[in-house]
């Protein structure tokens, strides 16, 4: 008796069934080997599926945008592109700058996971109370007491916007606002917790360094860990990473706590960890590291940010508004040119260095800085075109971005 003709395909079917799902490929810490590599044009495409050539022009604008710096690229687990200037290099630890946000909030992600039984409500958490915000006591503003953990973390408490020209947003639209004072390291927590409101909660979005930082101290007061010892001890040990801090040390000041503002100082390589586990959905080998709900929410408009494409310290593109990129893009980018970008559809993570003198002084970390890769002392800020205002390095992060994604094969 002939067997039917779709006998075969069914058996192959079968025994595909039978077979171990393909396991996804983790990195070993640096000190183990490290990363796999894909740096040839050849493996870059077959391995990768990445025109390498194409990488050329993103690290160019790189270079060209900040003082020190350097592009890290990966893709499908696959080290394709390491390349560095200036003070940057792989063993540097320099101060990431806000970039370090999107450590705290992956931080508060996997805290409301773990201790859900003393946060029941998660994000939706009113935190200016005894329990969670002793040190805010008495408030100075009644309006606070409405104010939740994701509106903090999506920087739509109210706190006003930093810097010299400080602005909000609501529904999109700016809202131009006055300097006011903010952070003082030498008092971080109560100054951070004593700056004034500039509208109800909810009502507006204002990129303020208060916010995640008051997140920092939820975190603190509701997991009896100091920031820097949670992501120690739930990310940095899982995933390997080397030497790492947050700049602490400023002057004559040695800061009592880690600032969730940012201020992050890791190896490149280890930032790329930290990037690969989000692109992964939360996963590191065989455990749950961030749950993936989080990073989700992370990719998406928050219902707690209707304002701004800015959602729990990451900012992303589910509008489209970098039109070379996928929707489901995030990233979260810092002072000097530093941004880590995440985009899980293509199983790709960028990491842009960038950085002024200051920012690679090791007496920030006192943790050792290897030697300059090379001398840019006389390099100087350039124009975007010659006839715009600004600087390349003020459009470097979004083209740096859409130029990663198209260097990706479409296959």
């Not at 039917?4 to 595909?16: H, N, W």
């Not at 100075?140 to 010299?164: F, H, S, V």
């Not at 010892?229 to 030497?243: F, H, N, S, T």
């Not at 589910?318 to 559809?345: E, N, R, T």
């Amino acid at each position: 008796m002939s067997l039917p003709r779709f006998y075969p395909l069914l058996l192959t079917l079968c025994i595909a069934s039978a077979l171990p799902a393909a396991q996804t490929y983790f990195p070993a810490p640096d000190r183990e080997g490290g990363w796999r590599e894909a740096k040839t044009e050849k493996a870059a495409r077959e391995l990768a599926g990445i025109d390498l050539a194409k990488l050329e022009p993103a690290y160019t604008v790189t270079e060209r945008s900040t003082a020190h710096g350097g592009l890290v690229v990966v893709r499908r687990g696959h080290l394709v592109f390491e390349r560095y200037f200036g003070k940057a290099s792989r063993n540097a630890n320099p101060d990431m700058a806000s970039t370090g946000k999107g450590f705290c909030s992956i931080a508060c992600g996997i805290m409301l996971e773990e201790f859900k039984d003393k946060i029941p409500q998660g994000l939706d958490t009113p935190v200016f109370t005894e329990t969670y915000l002793p040190q805010a006591f008495p408030l100075n503003d009644p309006r606070k007491a409405q104010i939740t953990l994701g509106q903090l973390l999506c920087m739509t408490g109210g706190y006003w916007g930093e810097g010299q020209s400080p602005s909000g947003m609501i529904k999109g639209k700016p809202q131009p606002l006055k300097p006011v004072k903010g952070q003082d390291i030498r008092r971080l927590d109560a100054s951070s917790l004593e700056v004034p409101l500039w509208c109800d909660p909810g009502a507006g979005y204002s990129y303020s360094s208060p916010s995640p930082h008051i997140a920092s101290i939820v975190l603190r007061n509701v997991s009896g860990m100091e920031l820097k010892d949670y992501i120690q001890e739930r990310l940095a040990k899982p995933q390997g990473w080397g030497d790492w801090n947050y700049c602490l040390y400023r002057g004559d000041v040695v800061m009592e706590h880690a600032n969730g503002a940012g201020s992050t100082a890791l190896h490149a390589t280890d930032v790329m960890r930290f990037g690969y586990c989000l692109a992964q959905g939360g996963k590191w080998q065989d455990r749950q590291l961030v749950p993936a709900a989080y990073i989700q929410k992370c990719q998406t408009w928050s219902p707690y940010n209707p304002h701004s494409p800015f959602s729990l310290q990451w900012e992303h593109n589910a509008d489209g508004h970098v039109a070379g990129a996928p929707k489901d893009a995030f990233w979260k980018s810092g002072a000097g040119g530093f941004c880590l970008y995440v985009i899980p559809s293509l199983d790709l993570v960028i990491y842009k260095l960038g950085g002024k003198d200051g920012q690679y002084d090791e007496k920030l970390t006192r943790i050792p800085q290897p030697p300059a890769t090379s001398d840019r002392s006389q390099w100087q800020p350039i124009p975007a075109t010659g006839f715009h205002e600004g600087t390349l390095g003020g459009q470097a992060l979004w083209r740096v971005l859409e130029m990663v994604c198209a260097a990706v094969r479409v296959e």
